[in-house]
């Protein structure tokens, strides 16, 4: 789902930690191709033990953001090699499915 869908909209303009402490308290992994934002203001909070469900970052070099079939096949190629891993507090760079 995406944060438009995602509790019927209500993080569009949230910031990155109310929406992350939102995920992690339902328990769901962040997918984004914010590198600087996303994990310039995380670093704080986390290195003070605050927890967070995941996040799967994707860089635009590697999967383009309008490359959707790429993203989903990377994305499901992820999930079968992890979903029984832990996903707390896990950051992970997506690799494209070519690649991986």
């Known amino acids: 789902m995406s944060i438009h869908d995602w509790e019927g909209g209500r993080f569009l303009a949230a910031d ?9 308290a339902q328990r769901l992994t962040l997918v984004t191709y914010d590198q600087n934002t996303l994990l310039t ?3 704080a909070p986390v290195s003070e033990g605050w927890d967070h469900g995941g996040i799967i970052v994707v860089d635009e070099h590697t ?7 790429g993203l989903v096949k990377a994305l499901a190629w992820l999930w079968n090699a992890e979903s029984q891993a832990e996903w707390m507090n896990r950051t ?3 690799r494209s499915a070519r690649h991986a």
């Open 63 to 69: 999967i383009r953001q309008h490359d959707i079939w």
């Open 16 to 24: 990155d930690g109310e929406i992350l402490r939102m995920a992690a």
């Open 41 to 43: 203001h995380m670093a």
């Open 92 to 94: 992970v760079y997506l």
